[in-house]
């Protein structure tokens, strides 16, 4: 909470737009996960979002623009990634919950679908690589996608799984 307070105190004020980007991933079933990589998924997913809007509920304009950054996981539930699914569930009721307490915030969620960062396919092997690279977007494609949905009236991007495909709704 330090860090998002001393972070925030070098914001000028009054904040128009607000864009929450946390993700931390790992990947295990429920059974297998430990309670320290549990905490660190739900620390930066959830309660990095949760500061965010703590700390910045009086300086946020009226009419500012506030984008979460979701993901695929919150609108399709899988086993594997038990503890980043849950986080992103929660992301989504953080979201509800805003918008119900600002009804004057322009409040916008993109659930992106996977990203290529050089953080991610640590666990995955070669073989899932290669499955997974053939609909991961760039971070830059990813940027775009994110400026399309905040110059457009939709509230929504929404990544189509089945159609491996982006939609603003």
């Not at 609909?135 to 939709?154: F, H, W």
Request: with cysteine.
């Amino acid at each position: 909470e330090d860090q998002v307070v001393t972070a925030l105190s070098k914001v000028s004020e009054p904040v128009d737009l607000l864009i929450n980007n946390a993700g931390r991933m790992k990947r295990a079933n429920y059974w297998e996960l430990s309670e320290s990589d549990f905490e660190a998924v739900w620390g930066v997913d959830v309660k990095g979002i949760w500061l965010m809007f703590k700390h910045l509920r009086g300086k946020l304009a009226q009419g500012a623009m506030t984008v979460q950054t979701n993901s695929k996981n919150a609108l399709q539930v899988k086993a594997n990634t038990f503890a980043y699914t849950l986080s992103k569930l929660a992301d989504l009721s953080i979201d509800e919950i805003v918008v119900k307490d600002r009804p004057d915030l322009d409040m916008r969620v993109a659930h992106l679908g996977p990203v290529d960062t050089p953080l991610e396919w640590t666990d995955y092997s070669a073989e899932q690589k290669a499955e997974k690279m053939k609909i991961v977007i760039t971070p830059t494609e990813a940027a775009k996608l994110m400026m399309d949905l905040i110059r457009s009236d939709k509230k929504k991007l929404i990544y189509k799984v089945d159609e491996c495909k982006y939609e603003l709704q």
